[in-house]
């Protein structure tokens, strides 16, 4: 665990504070609600930000 | 007979045999039976990390709760994510820890960390209290598909001893490895009739996405937003979070953690199974089409909806090739989730509280608990009348208690100890039942909480219930009894 585990709050923040500003249906994203499109982006940001932090362990432990 | 039935009939008959193939050729012990020989492979611990993952509850509840609360079940696309981004750090952690130990089960690990047989027997059985409901929800979910797919042929309670009779027998002849390769079959199976489902609905009944969206937004006006009251974004919050600590708690994840050849496997799969995740808004998509097309659903019967308004739009062999699926859903993670429970209970309360019970015997007692909880479920699922995500949710207030005690346990200076362990699940199971059983809001226990806060999740409040209780007892020890608290190594 080190400073790159930071990055992962940003799911967790994304994806629990989300319904906290997003919590309607417009506007419609590609026909989406508003909400459900949010938490989509979220979800798939989760997956970015846990590569991201793969590779900057990676470099940090010098794989 | 009608030819959904059939079909139905056919994926169970599939189901068993792929499992009894497996067992060909391996030698059946106690670990080969319950982490498949500490062999698995990538790809296949994807399967079946994912496969676990994926039941009935994905499948029906998330479809049922989609029909009936809308933008609430958008929950279900939200935890696992963050679990599997947890997972990233914890997986490992226990894999380096149970691979040095050489741990077989998830009790074992508490034992080794805390140095305290009773936390261990505490643990098994806070697990097994969990497996119960998670498993009462895959019976009912097997009942609806058997019943809805003979088309009221089969009464729901011979559809429940039906499904687990095939479950039990199922398990008793292959274990783990059975599980991997019909977990395979399954995915695949649900992954196509899911996608389709969730396509060929909306556009069949709405013409696209966007159109369906519209119309209900239209017939039911804030469908797509968390409600004020209820299941608000504070319920959902803490519902979510709730979930993603209890996630990587349940015995049967936490045993998947000792399964992989090398811990890397683990890091990957935090990377790519949250994109997986996405699969469950063609289960969500489903349970929107359903609400305008089969309305009128209420309390339990919202499990129904997929199946009725499938039901509704196709013919009898593609709603039995679709409840084939289902079964395969609700067979595969049935089985894990028996495999664990009577792990638990033979090696990790029968075992201990006996001595000299050998790897063998203990096997021998862990198959033939099989059918004893199995019994214990169908009584539940015949007598209950919670939803499918009531019951989840049930299982996860249980499992999420070990979280702390666990998260402790991971840091060089643990500030809780045994005595703190077991007095914090103690409490915040003690607090789940007592909430459960005699139904209490947090508006009658806490009343001096403000309105904004009132849906906060019970589990989540017996989970800091659980941590304060923790490091409160443990502090006490280590003051007053610092002696106590030593451990033996």
């Known amino acids: ?63 | 007979m009608n030819s959904a039935l059939i079909i139905v009939a056919l994926g169970f008959v599939a189901a068993v045999v792929l499992g009894s193939f497996a067992k060909a050729g391996q030698k059946m012990n106690l670990e080969q039976w319950t982490v498949g020989g500490r062999g698995f492979g990538t790809i296949l611990m994807f399967i079946l990390m994912a496969g676990e993952l994926y039941t009935t509850f994905t499948f029906l509840g998330a479809s049922g709760l989609t029909y009936s609360k809308g933008a609430a079940a958008y929950y279900v696309l939200c935890y696992l994510p963050l679990m599997y981004a947890l997972s990233y750090w914890l997986f490992p952690a226990i894999w380096a820890y149970a691979n040095e130990k050489r741990l077989v089960s998830q009790p074992d690990f508490f034992v080794a960390k805390y140095g305290s047989k009773l936390l261990g027997i505490l643990v098994a059985l806070v697990g097994i209290a969990a497996l119960v409901p998670y498993l009462v929800l895959q019976f009912k979910g097997l009942a609806i598909i058997v019943n809805t797919t003979s088309y009221g042929a089969i009464s729901r309670e011979w559809a429940v001893w039906i499904g687990a009779v095939a479950i039990t027998v199922y398990v008793m002849i292959s274990g783990v490895r059975g599980s991997a390769w019909t977990a395979v079959l399954k995915d695949v199976a649900i992954l196509v009739i899911v996608v389709f489902l969730g396509i060929y609905l909306p556009l069949h009944y709405y013409g696209g996405l966007g159109n369906m969206f519209s119309a209900i937004e239209v017939a039911k006006p804030g469908f797509f937003e968390l409600p004020k009251a209820g299941s608000n974004a504070v319920w959902f919050g803490s519902t979510v979070l709730l979930s993603a600590l209890g996630g990587c708690m349940w015995p049967h994840a936490f045993g998947s953690a000792y399964a992989a050849r090398d811990p890397e496997a683990f890091r990957r799969n935090a990377i790519t199974l949250p994109l997986y995740q996405l699969m469950i808004l063609f289960v969500l998509m489903a349970g929107f089409a359903a609400v305008l097309q089969v309305p009128g659903l209420t309390g339990s019967d919202v499990d129904l909806a997929l199946f009725k308004v499938v039901t509704a739009t196709f013919d009898p062999w593609f709603v039995g090739a679709i409840g084939a699926a289902g079964v395969l859903t609700a067979l595969v993670p049935s089985s894990i989730f028996l495999v664990s429970s009577a792990t638990l209970l033979a090696n990790n309360i029968y075992r201990p509280l006996r001595s000299d019970v050998g790897d063998a015997a203990t096997a021998r007692i862990a198959k033939s608990c099989v059918p004893l909880i199995a019994l214990v479920c169908v009584f539940f699922t015949l007598d209950g009348s919670d939803t499918i995500v009531a019951l989840l949710l049930m299982g996860y207030n249980l499992v999420t208690q070990l979280f702390p005690s666990f998260i402790g346990s991971l840091f060089a200076k643990n500030p809780i100890n045994r005595y703190g362990a077991i007095a914090g699940i103690l409490a915040g199971i003690g607090a789940v039942a007592i909430i459960s059983l005699e139904k209490f809001t947090l508006v009658q226990l806490l009343p001096w909480l403000p309105a904004s806060l009132q849906d906060i999740n019970i589990g989540f409040v017996a989970l800091l219930l659980n941590v304060a209780t923790a490091l409160l007892v443990s502090f006490v020890v280590n003051v007053f009894a610092p002696h106590c608290a030593v451990r033996n190594a």
């Open chain 1, 1 to 63: 665990m080190n400073r790159t585990s930071l990055l992962g709050l940003l799911p967790l923040i994304a994806l629990i504070g989300g319904p906290f500003f997003f919590n309607r249906f417009e506007p419609t994203i590609f026909g989406f609600p508003c909400l459900l499109a949010w938490l989509i982006f979220s979800v798939v940001m989760t997956s970015v930000v846990m590569a991201l932090v793969r590779k900057l362990d990676g470099s940090s432990h010098g794989n």
